[in-house]
């Protein structure tokens, strides 16, 4: 059984994944030079790693102790010296786990989770993650390596939708412990309370945090295209409701649209990139349109 990153994306999608790249809208804290702006000078104290030496690099972080052992020119890397610090936050649901096709929208999120993950790795950026339900589930800081990733998906791979959600507490408490300007993607059906998730969803954009919101849906969720009627069963409370989709399908799109729009509208407001993701289109198309477009709006 394959672990980590390869559980979740084949080495096809990570070839082509590897020549993207995720922009930052807003300034954010590291000092790589080049694609982030920062406002900070200066490195932190604590080592993290080593690249390769490239044209321009301070030739005082060159570690001498590796060049007389290896020939080959590397410079020590800082903690704070990653670009952009990038925090996936998946919602584990008892809704994420309903899916009409091939995958569930947790099974979607993870993947499409794991393909962001790759890229920020693969542009020197770090990476860390939360899953929540009814509470802050797991969490790992953000880190430069693919060590780290191939750890954080693990754990990923081994948890599963549980059954509540409390997406508002989990946020605001996810704002209060990064303290450092970063860049949030939210993987989310977001099916709480509209208005108490927009106010989380402000703490960060109050801290001066780039955020990112994929609202990930299944397509029956989207155009409820059932044949016939039947029980429909709700997979966090249990309740069951016994309904004729057909008769009901205007009123439903009718609500489903305002349910959007109380989403769509105040992430405009505030600056926060918003995507409904359809968990039937192919998930290498959405990421590679979904960041060149990102790209064009970052300049």
Request: net charge positive; hydrophobic share 35%; proline share 3%.
């Amino acid at each position: 059984m394959s672990e980590g990153i390869a559980s979740f994306l084949n080495p096809q999608e990570l070839q082509r994944l590897g020549r993207l790249v995720l922009q930052s809208r807003y300034v954010v804290e590291g000092n790589l030079a080049g694609r982030h702006r920062s406002p900070h000078k200066g490195a932190s104290s604590e080592f993290a790693d080593h690249r390769a030496y490239m044209p321009g690099d301070d030739l005082k972080r060159l570690d001498w102790k590796v060049l007389g052992r290896t020939d080959r020119y590397y410079v020590r890397r800082y903690e704070d010296e990653t670009n952009l610090r990038v925090y996936l936050v998946i919602d584990r649901s008892g809704s994420m786990g309903y899916g009409s096709g091939s995958q569930t929208k947790y099974e979607y999120a993870c993947r499409l989770a794991a393909a962001v993950g790759y890229v920020v790795l693969k542009s020197r950026d770090s990476v860390g993650l939360y899953v929540y339900s009814d509470k802050i589930d797991m969490m790992m800081g953000a880190r430069n390596s693919f060590s780290h990733l191939n750890s954080l998906l693990k754990y990923l791979q081994g948890m599963r939708p549980g059954k509540t959600t409390l997406t508002a507490p989990a946020l605001h408490q996810i704002a209060d412990d990064v303290n450092r300007r970063a860049l949030i993607v939210l993987f989310s059906d977001l099916f709480d309370n509209p208005p108490d998730i927009v106010k989380a969803l402000a703490h960060f954009r109050k801290l001066h945090h780039d955020v990112i919101l994929f609202h990930v849906l299944d397509p029956m969720e989207l155009d409820l295209k059932f044949k016939k009627g039947g029980e429909f069963e709700d997979m966090e409370t249990g309740e069951i409701v016994i309904a004729d989709p057909r008769s009901i399908i205007d009123e439903y799109r009718k609500v489903f649209a305002e349910f959007l729009e109380q989403y769509r509208k105040p992430c405009a407001e505030m600056r926060i990139d918003y995507r409904m993701v359809n968990t039937s289109l192919t998930l290498e198309d959405f990421v590679r349109a979904y960041l060149e477009e990102r790209k064009r709006f970052s300049r």
